[in-house]
């Protein structure tokens, strides 16, 4: 499956934006859908996991409260809503696939991932 993430962009602290993450060429259901992030200088980071069902959704502790995870398999899409955003969310947002029909969700560690997106730009002025 091929992955394209979008909706990144410049917010001030505070603010909230959405990222979504189109697949094709590929059965969409058949993958656990996760975000990952890369700021400048560090390891690229788990954000947020979803089953391929959308039942189960895990989180970065720094980001559950202000970060939703949800997908549409009838659209192949999966999205991240952000709000409260804060400037040490700035970074490169990366979406990700493993095919997983399992009970539970994958493991957090990139290396899990088989399929990934090109990413998209986040920057949380303060």
């Known amino acids: 499956v091929q992955l394209q993430a979008f909706g990144g962009g410049l917010v001030q602290a505070g603010g909230s934006l959405r990222l979504s993450c189109a697949a094709s060429g590929g059965t969409f259901s058949s993958y656990a859908m996760a975000w990952f992030r890369q700021a400048t200088g560090k390891e690229r980071e788990f954000v947020a996991v979803i089953s391929w069902n959308g039942g189960s959704t895990n989180y970065l502790d720094s980001t559950k409260g202000r970060f939703t995870i949800s997908r549409d398999n009838r659209k192949n899409t999966m999205y991240l809503q952000m709000k409260s955003l804060k400037p040490e969310d700035t970074a490169v947002y990366y979406c990700?696939?493993?095919?997983?029909?399992?009970?539970?969700?994958?493991?957090?560690?990139?290396?899990?991932?088989?399929?990934w997106g090109q990413g998209t730009q986040v920057t949380v002025s303060s």
């Open positions: 990700a696939a493993v095919r997983w029909t399992d009970y539970g969700l994958p493991s957090p560690y990139p290396q899990w991932y088989t399929n």
